[in-house]
Nanobody, 127 residues
Framework: QVQLVESGGGLVQAGGSLRLSCAAS????????MGWFRQAPGKEREFVAA????????YYADSVKGRLTISRDNAKNTVYLEMNSLKPEATAVYYC????????????????????WGQGPQVTVSS
C-alpha cells in the first residue's frame, strides 16, 4: 500500500508560482509512474502532468505546457509539480497519483490507470 501526501497548495495571484510536493510512504516510489490531476469546482477531474518511474519521460496537458514542470526525486520518495505563470483557471484541487503497472519510460495520462491517490491540496489563483 502506498500513502501519498501532497503539500504546497495555497493562494497565489495570477502570474505567480507555486510548487506542489507529493511525498510517499509505505513503499518506495522508484517503480511507480506518477501523475498530477486537478479538479475545478463543477468540473470533472482532468490530467495535468505525468512522469515515468525512470524520470526519463514526462507528459503534459496542452493547457499547461511551458508553464508547469513535473519532476521526481526517488531518493526522497517525492514528486513535484512546479507551476509558473499561473492563471485563474488553474484554480482547483490538485491530486497526485501513483501507478505501479507502467513500464520504466511511460506514464499514463488517464486517471483510471492510477491505483493510489493523495487527498489533494487546494490551489487558488486570484485575478
Amino acid at each position: 500500500q502506498v500513502q501519498l501526501v501532497e503539500s504546497g497548495g495555497g493562494l497565489v495571484q495570477a502570474g505567480g508560482s507555486l510548487r506542489l510536493s507529493c511525498a510517499a510512504s509505505g513503499r518506495t516510489l522508484s517503480s511507480y509512474a506518477m501523475g498530477w490531476f486537478r479538479q475545478a469546482p463543477g468540473k470533472e477531474r482532468e490530467f495535468v502532468a505525468a512522469i515515468s518511474w525512470s524520470g526519463v519521460s514526462t507528459y503534459y496537458a496542452d493547457s499547461v505546457k511551458g508553464r508547469l514542470t513535473i519532476s521526481r526525486d526517488n531518493a526522497k520518495n517525492t514528486v513535484y509539480l512546479e507551476m509558473n505563470s499561473l492563471k485563474p483557471e488553474a484554480t482547483a484541487v490538485y491530486y497526485c497519483a501513483a501507478d505501479s503497472a507502467s513500464s520504466s519510460d511511460y506514464a499514463a495520462a488517464v486517471d483510471y490507470e492510477y491505483e493510489y491517490w493523495g487527498q489533494g491540496p487546494q490551489v487558488t489563483v486570484s485575478s
